[in-house]
């Protein structure tokens, strides 16, 4: 009877070099767990115009056969596991997404080479990030697969993912055996050594001596910070431990995080494997174009889910890491804001048990996590982008739909008039009710009702607040955006094939005609960007905020993969996901695009988020920014104002604000830390390093967290119907706005102009 190594071997070999090098025979010899010789004994010659190249790659390739069945077992658990995978279904899949993308995508980038080796590189990032695993000879190894991937799509032949995984599995193995040992060693926490937390700053280990001093310097890491948590918690205790005693408390705790973060390691499949190369074959088109399997559509609407418990987050996949992308407006992590954008998840603990590792960990199966039953208390550790640590308690809540629909509210100008204040957290449209015909709740609408509201007391001016907002439908946007201009077009719109369309506003009332300023910052992105970009390019109002906007300024469509599947086949292959993809580009009125740059504001204020690498342009295979000619537009006359004299008195407000000062000063402090990754593995210095942030997070907690009422905030005087909310949180709201620098800057520039 065939062996189960012999069947992987001859599986493996016969997919790796065929097409377009065909075999003849693959002759070799078996010794128990060794395969130690291998023969090409011809290729057919009409192939070998494909050079050195091809044939030193196919060399290669065999090399890692060789290497996998030498240094890899091959347990009857895990080839039946490779037999139960469905490869006509993944050879189905990677051919619709081979030829789906090129056709598709805005860029129509062709499957060649070069996005090859981009698909490759994403995947690798996918698969180890981190370098905690992989040695530098399996990258090598794994690397000869990339520049034919697309050549393997087409004939139905990847095997990049199955090579993958059992080297990742084997080296998961090794890996937990050396965790082990370093576990039953204590740690010298007084010498000097520092351990580097970028990876992007450090090469794959070279071999199993060096990863194994990488762990003990992770692990080290981790129980020096655990014992410093243990110590502080104690100061309220009555019954006090050791030194002793806290180390061993540290390191059985930390022991036990390790231990369950193995345990999910080993329950990955080939089939997760196979789905993130697919997701990186999407990804290499950029960054918003992504391959769903079945059980991750959830993402699509996760945070349009009208009773979702949990905390209100929606996590991002980054590099293996799970990325905070947005809060939900009136989540309760938004409500306690210490969870912020760009914050990294590391560990998930309920209250008083365990933390869980969940690096690596997809998205979907960290939010499974993070929810819960209303009113239990949750735990998460989060590495800030200035490097920092920091352990978040959030107290689970209904995630309520009402929460992110456009807010409004009076506040009171120095001169003892009224400004107007107009939140919108989205631009929000059920389609579904909308292409039925029934009614169905938007972002215009209720804006429309918001501005009539707030007009009602003839305000001085009004702020349209669209920081944090992602952005949505874009219909929303446009019709938004006429009600405060007379007529005339919005944005431009660029499909694949090179033609423009302007989208307009037809209609000539306009809602609201008095002064404007919009408030913005690095979050706001796509329909958002379209918003204000247009009421600047009209000078119809003032743009406040940080240096830059987000920049995405591309419209993604859907695919389902299993249409246009006949009947027989999609009962065969069963559910294939879906495809998001780009397929147009937005312009400004002006001509130039949101894409990539995002755009200046007119007055740029002090930021937390100054030092942030966040925006399209840090993402991988970001569309790049172009521009084309402008649309015909007239500029707005109704409000003037010259806007270098505007600018000159902001500034000299902003440079004596004790809120602003603070906010710069801690930008430069985060600026700092996130500069030094290199972090020292000494006790002493990491307890100095500890208390100095906790001193610094002190002094300026009061500005910055008034910094942040208007941007979360959801306790409203009164939701967009009109209707009335709780006084009392309403008003307490409205105290925690009116302090917030940036909507106190913006009444000021309202009254200067």
């Avoid at 070999?13 to 395969?35: C, E, G, H, Y």
Wanted: proline share 4%.
């Amino acid at each position: 009877m065939e062996s189960c190594k012999q069947r992987t071997l001859n599986r493996i070999v016969a997919r790796t070099i065929r097409p377009p090098l065909l075999i003849s025979r693959v002759k070799n010899t078996m010794n128990q767990d060794n395969f130690t010789k291998y023969q090409l004994i011809r290729c057919q010659s009409r192939y070998l115009f494909y050079g050195d190249r091809y044939m030193k790659n196919i060399i290669h390739r065999l090399l890692a056969v060789v290497l996998i069945l030498l240094v890899f077992t091959c347990s009857l658990a895990r080839a039946e596991d490779l037999w139960e995978l469905d490869q006509k279904r993944n050879q189905l899949i990677g051919y619709m997404l081979e030829n789906a993308l090129p056709a598709a995508h805005y860029t129509h980038k062709k499957m060649d080479e070069t996005l090859s080796v981009a698909v490759f590189n994403l995947y690798l990032k996918q698969l180890d990030y981190q370098k905690r695993f992989l040695l530098s000879s399996d990258v090598e190894v794994l690397r000869t697969f990339a520049p034919d991937i697309g050549a393997n799509l087409q004939h139905g032949t990847s095997v990049l993912p199955e090579t993958a995984y059992n080297i990742m599995q084997e080296r998961i193995a090794q890996v937990e055996r050396l965790v082990d040992e370093i576990m039953a060693t204590s740690f010298n926490v007084t010498i000097d050594e520092v351990y580097e937390t970028d990876p992007e700053k450090m090469d794959y280990a070279k071999d199993l001596p060096e990863l194994k001093d990488r762990w003990r310097k992770i692990m080290k890491e981790q129980v020096i910070y655990k014992r410093l948590e243990l110590e502080e918690d104690q100061k309220t205790e009555k019954v006090k431990s050791s030194d002793a005693e806290l180390w061993d408390k540290a390191t059985a705790k930390e022991g036990q995080i390790f231990k369950d973060f193995f345990v999910r390691l080993h329950q990955e499949k080939l089939q997760d494997h196979y789905d993130r190369f697919f997701n990186a074959i999407a990804r290499a088109y950029g960054p918003h174009t992504d391959y769903f399997p079945p059980e991750l559509r959830e993402q699509f609407d996760i945070e349009m889910r009208g009773n979702l418990e949990g905390v209100g987050a929606i996590l991002r996949d980054e590099n293996g890491f799970n990325k905070v992308v947005s809060l939900v407006p009136g989540g309760p992590a938004a409500k306690q804001g210490m969870l912020q954008a760009e914050d990294i998840l590391l560990q998930i603990a309920e209250n008083g048990a365990n933390p869980v590792d969940i690096s690596g960990m997809r998205p979907n199966d960290a939010a499974q996590l993070i929810r819960g039953p209303k009113g239990t208390k949750i735990l998460l550790t989060v590495k800030k982008p200035d490097g920092t640590k920091k352990v978040i308690p959030i107290t689970r809540d209904v995630v309520e739909i009402e929460e992110t629909f456009v807010k409004s509210s009076l506040l009171d100008a120095p001169d003892g008039g009224k400004i107007g204040y107009i939140m919108i957290p989205s631009f929000y449209r059920d389609f579904e009710k909308t292409n039925n015909g029934e009614d169905a709740r938007n972002a215009t609408d209720d804006t429309r009702t918001a501005i009539r509201e707030v007009t009602k007391s003839n305000p001085e001016g009004m702020i349209l607040d669209l920081r944090n907002d992602g952005g949505g439908s874009l219909i929303d946007a446009v019709d938004i955006t006429g009600m405060f201009i007379k007529s005339g077009p919005v944005v431009q719109v660029k499909d694949s094939s090179g033609q423009v369309h302007v989208l307009s506003d037809d209609n000539d009332n306009i809602e609201y005609s008095g002064p404007l300023v919009v408030l913005v910052n690095k979050f706001s992105a796509s329909a958002s960007e379209v918003v204000a970009a247009a009421l600047q390019d009209y000078k119809r109002a003032i743009i406040v905020g940080d240096d830059f906007t987000y920049g995405k300024g591309t419209v993604q469509n859907i695919i389902n993969l299993n249409n246009n599947l006949r009947p027989e086949a999609l009962a065969e292959f069963g559910d294939l996901g879906v495809l998001k993809l780009t397929t147009q580009k937005f312009y400004r009125i002006s001509g130039g695009s949101t894409q990539n740059r995002g755009f200046a504001p007119d007055v740029v204020l002090p930021s937390l988020f100054h030092h942030l690498q966040s925006g399209e342009k840090y993402l991988d295979y970001s569309l790049a920014w172009d521009q084309i000619g402008p649309a015909d537009y007239v500029t707005f006359s109704g409000v003037p104002y010259n806007i270098d004299i505007v600018r000159t008195m902001s500034e000299k407000r902003v440079g004596q604000d004790p809120d602003f000062q603070a906010i710069a000063k801690e930008a430069k402090l985060a600026k700092e830390r996130g500069m030094q990754t290199a972090v020292s593995l000494n006790v002493a210095d990491v307890r100095e390093r500890m208390e100095v942030e906790r001193k610094e997070k002190t002094s300026l907690s009061g500005q910055l967290r008034s910094s942040q009422a208007g941007q979360y905030g959801s306790d409203l005087l009164s939701g967009a119907g009109g209707k009335d909310l709780d006084k009392d949180h309403s008003f307490s709201w409205q105290a925690e706005l009116q302090k917030d620098p940036y909507v106190r800057e913006s009444i000021n520039i309202l009254v200067d102009i």
